[in-house]
């Protein structure tokens, strides 16, 4: 739209770049980086894990026309990404440079989201330390720091005690089965045992998928994880009433209060692999 200008804001570890006001931010402190590193980063974070020819950055930044101080301005523009970034050459933790073509942008990277917002303003919320556009989820630059470990550590034990929910399910199905025949306002006990048993024979891979990853600390999980999480809430939020499978051992009220932390789990799990992924580019 005339006089107005599309914001995109990229998240990668603990930085955050704002296209719209050219600021960079480490955990909402602005890091101070002049306007061409600035539009370099945005390009390369642009297109994460792509690599982006000199040809290109050439073409897009500097213009055709211009050949004696591209070479220069281009390796000034990447070391000053590098410094603000802490990052390093030798052993890159976010740019990494192709020899003979270009560079590459290795980390994780999140958008936030797109926002348009009047062009004159230089000076819009997120450069007085707030978002840009408030999420409903946690993003990352709101978690805290935690040693790696401890996130994993946290993250396999979630995974071992879903798993043992399902195999405990199947594993005393026919005790599951009379619990829904003395429910008498259930209308289909069968179906119901049938979604348990269909739902845990499901689920029990991707658990082990999970654990193993974690265990083996797979650098791209928090990314998949993220692509997974829309299908994988409404099965968890299902099973968070499976402490009422174990009825006939435990009370009502703790059945209860099991099912009421066990709906907050997902979301707890999400905020820890957002924390593995920072933590871990």
Do not use: C
């Not at 798993?163 to 306002?185: H, K, M, P, S």
């Not at 289909?188 to 654990?211: D, E, H, Y």
């Not at 299902?238 to 099912?259: K, N, Y």
Request: net charge positive.
């Amino acid at each position: 739209m005339p006089g107005e200008a599309a914001s995109r804001v990229f998240q990668f570890g603990v930085f955050e770049a704002n296209e719209a006001t050219g600021e960079l931010r480490k955990q909402g402190v602005r890091i101070k980086l002049h306007s061409q590193p600035f539009r370099v980063l945005v390009l390369l974070l642009d297109k994460p894990g792509a690599v982006v020819t000199r040809k290109e950055m050439q073409q897009r930044l500097w213009g055709d026309d211009t050949f004696v101080d591209f070479e220069h301005g281009l390796n000034t523009a990447v070391n000053k990404i590098r410094e603000a970034l802490d990052d390093s050459a030798l052993q890159p933790r976010y740019v990494e440079t192709i020899p003979g073509k270009g560079y590459r942008f290795i980390a994780p990277v999140a958008m936030v989201g797109t926002v348009s917002q009047p062009a004159e303003k230089e000076i819009p919320a997120a450069a007085e330390g707030r978002t840009v556009k408030p999420a409903l989820l946690t993003v990352p630059h709101e978690l805290p720091r935690a040693p790696r470990r401890v996130v994993r550590t946290l993250l396999l034990l979630v995974q071992v005690m879903y798993l043992a929910f399902y195999f405990g399910a199947l594993g005393n199905w026919q005790e599951i089965r009379e619990i829904f025949l003395d429910v008498t306002w259930l209308q289909q006990p069968a179906v119901l045992l049938a979604a348990v048993v269909i739902t845990a024979s499901l689920l029990i891979p991707v658990r082990l998928f999970l654990a193993a990853a974690v265990a083996f600390d797979f650098s791209q999980l928090s990314g998949k994880f993220r692509r997974m999480f829309p299908l994988l809430l409404p099965l968890d939020l299902l099973w968070a009433v499976s402490p009422f499978l174990l009825i006939h051992h435990v009370s009502t009220g703790l059945a209860l209060g099991m099912s009421a932390a066990l709906v907050y789990l997902p979301f707890a799990q999400r905020s820890l692999m957002l924390m593995y992924g920072r933590e871990g580019s």
